[in-house]
């Protein structure tokens, strides 16, 4: 059974339609695909119709920002209420500050580049969360880099002068939500020290303590020796070890199933969470 739990489609920041992106994951050859867009649900309903048509295993999830201290936490939560109060409270926040975020980061681009708003705009398509990611696209498509990759390495980089960071909670305190709401928690590339700073091992404990169910370990940010020790982290802890593409479409290099999960993993995920798997 292949199985790749994280995904984006153009709800985010990918560049496939829900659908789309769960008709890719059958043609990929993948048994089971987890939708995780950032900071909302507003995908499931219309990959769920996708799953059951093209016979995939659909898990409904979704890809918290969240901070410990000054560093970026991603924070992959399965299989939880959408409809709870506390965490799509958070969740709406966080993508109402993202879309202040890029907001000002274009109006700070523009003071050097040619560069609107609506050329934002241009890269997203109806229902689209705005965010940093489509800047980036973007200033791919006037020319001024040369990809999403370079965009985020150099222009929209935390330590350029174009940068604005935007609300997220608390990583602790994430993890709370998401187990309140229902749903597995796991910790996404903690290791990718390329991104930036990583999660410090006294924050993973602290979140574990909070009911942290997981690490994804298998990702292509994660070089051999880091996933050699996160294993071992995450056997010492009693955590699930999670492989996926961490897939956006045309907005990344990766590919779907480069990464994979094991079976009894998703297994113990389904045990945990509130919902149900969509099954086709």
């Known amino acids: 059974m292949r199985i790749d739990l994280h995904t984006h489609s153009y709800v985010s920041d990918g560049t496939d339609a829900p659908a789309a992106l769960v008709a890719d994951a059958a043609r990929a050859g993948l048994d089971v695909v987890a939708l995780t867009d950032h900071d909302t649900t507003a995908g ?4 769920a119709a996708a799953a059951r048509e093209h016979g995939v295993v659909l898990v409904p999830g979704m890809e918290l920002s969240c901070r410990a201290g000054g560093t970026s936490v991603h924070l992959l939560s399965y299989l939880h209420d959408p409809e709870d109060a506390a965490l799509l409270a958070e969740a709406e926040e966080t993508r109402g500050s993202r879309l202040r975020r890029a907001h ?8 050097d580049l040619d560069i609107t708003w609506a050329d934002v705009e241009a890269q997203t398509e109806p229902g689209t969360t705005v965010g940093r990611p489509h800047v980036a696209d973007a200033l791919v498509a006037l020319g001024h880099v040369p990809d999403r990759s370079a965009a985020f390495a150099t222009l929209l980089a935390a330590g350029s ?3 604005v960071p935007h609300h997220a909670p608390d990583a602790v305190r994430a993890v709370e939500l998401v187990r309140a709401a229902g749903g597995v928690p796991v910790l996404a590339h903690p290791r990718a020290s390329e991104r930036g700073a990583v999660v410090p091992e006294a924050v993973i404990r602290r979140m574990v303590d909070a009911g942290l169910a997981g690490l994804e370990v298998d990702h ?6 880091q996933r050699e020790h996160l294993r071992g982290l995450a056997q ?3 955590l699930l070890v999670t492989g996926s593409s961490d897939y956006h479409g045309a907005g990344k290099p990766n590919l779907l199933g480069e990464n994979l999960t094991s079976p009894d993993v998703l297994q113990a995920i389904e045990d945990q969470g509130r919902r149900k798997v969509v099954r086709p």
């Open 44 to 47: 499931w309903d219309e990959a």
């Open 104 to 111: 000002r980061m274009v109006e700070l681009l523009a003071a």
């Open 161 to 163: 002068p174009y940068y």
């Open 220 to 225: 292509r940010d994660h070089t051999g020796s």
């Open 236 to 238: 010492s802890l009693g």
